[in-house]
């Protein structure tokens, strides 16, 4: 008999903005692509880089530097275009480079950290402490008002 109670395992993956690590659920992601210039939209958000049409689907591009509030900086050999699903939605996200697909127990995913600025706190379902490292579990539909993703359906 099992005494011992098994953890369900979530299946994360990793990337990196700047210099923090973030995990989403993996099941959202569909593809994660090199870098692609986008076309422009006028009067987006401003961190709507643009769109790509992605095997015939036209894809909101968002720039993941400018949601977090962090400066600029210009793609290189790293930056990936990682593209999830939210809801009927797909979106592509700019990120400075990418972690690992990794399992992780749900059971020890910490609560946020109070320190979190109060827009960051909205999004962060919780800390991983990975190989040592905090990684932020991002709640990819709160990252984004409903408007917003209901603005980006009618695209």
Not at 96 to 117: I, K, N, Q, T, Y
Not at 131 to 150: A, I, N, Q
């Amino acid at each position: 008999m099992e005494s011992a109670k098994s953890s369900q395992l979530m299946q994360l993956s990793t990337f990196f903005v700047g210099r923090k690590e973030f995990a989403v659920d993996a099941l959202k992601l569909r593809e994660i692509i090199r870098y692609t210039e986008p076309t422009k939209v006028p009067c987006a958000e401003r961190f709507v880089e643009g769109a790509i049409n992605f095997r015939g689907v036209i894809v909101p591009i968002i720039n993941m530097r400018a949601r977090l509030g962090m400066p600029d900086k210009a793609p290189d050999q790293s930056t990936r275009i990682v593209n999830v699903e939210i809801g009927d939605i797909m979106l592509g996200f700019v990120v400075d480079s990418m972690g690992s697909m990794r399992h992780f127990p749900a059971d020890e995913v910490a609560p946020p950290p109070a320190l979190l600025a109060p827009e960051e706190s909205q999004y962060v379902l919780g800390v991983c402490d990975i190989e040592g490292s905090l990684v932020l579990l991002v709640d990819l539909e709160k990252m984004f008002s409903t408007e917003f993703l209901s603005s980006l359906a009618a695209m």
